[in-house]
């Protein structure tokens, strides 16, 4: 007998794919959603997102910058056929997802890069350069009294 790990959220996860597989039959089985996995950090120069999102040709990647929000969109599709469709398990998501996601203020969305590699979709946002407080002199107007009075 195997030992399994409980996990709370995996009872609420298996209701709702059996919902989603049941809603599919219902229209027609249509291509259900899913939403990749997506880590999102900040560095000294950029804020970088890492989204996987294997088995996907990087030209069926879209992303868009909107108001500065930053959308990804894509679709990965299921390409392999079993005979008989006699499937034991499967658990890999297929069908269209996107994510969209705020970015932080102070960032420049003209110069959003991306590179897809080994499964990870990775963007670089830069980060705008921080303002520099400046010094502003303050002039001290002289009265006409005051001349007056030195002379």
């Given amino acids: ?19 989603n597989r049941l809603v599919d039959q219902v229209w027609n089985n249509r291509q259900e959603s899913w939403l990749p996995a ?13 989204a996987e999102i294997a088995g996907m040709d990087p030209d069926e990647i879209e992303i868009e910058v ?16 079993v005979e008989d469709e006699r499937y ?10 996107q994510r969209s996601l705020a970015l932080p203020q102070g960032v420049k969305p003209d110069e959003i890069q991306a590179g897809y590699e080994d499964g990870i979709l990775t963007v670089t946002v830069p980060k705008a350069e921080e303002e520099k407080p400046r010094r502003i002199e303050v002039k001290a107007k002289k009265t006409v009294q005051a001349t007056k009075a030195e002379g």
């Fill in 88 to 97: 034991y398990r499967v658990e890999r998501r297929f069908g269209s997802f």
């Fill in 66 to 81: 909107e108001d500065n929000v930053l959308t990804i969109k894509g679709e990965r599709k299921f390409e392999e056929q």
């Fill in 38 to 50: 997506v880590d999102v950090f900040d560095r000294k120069d950029a804020v970088v997102l890492k």
């Fill in 1 to 19: 007998m195997a030992i399994i790990r409980w996990d709370p959220f995996r009872e609420m996860t298996q209701v709702q794919n059996q919902f």
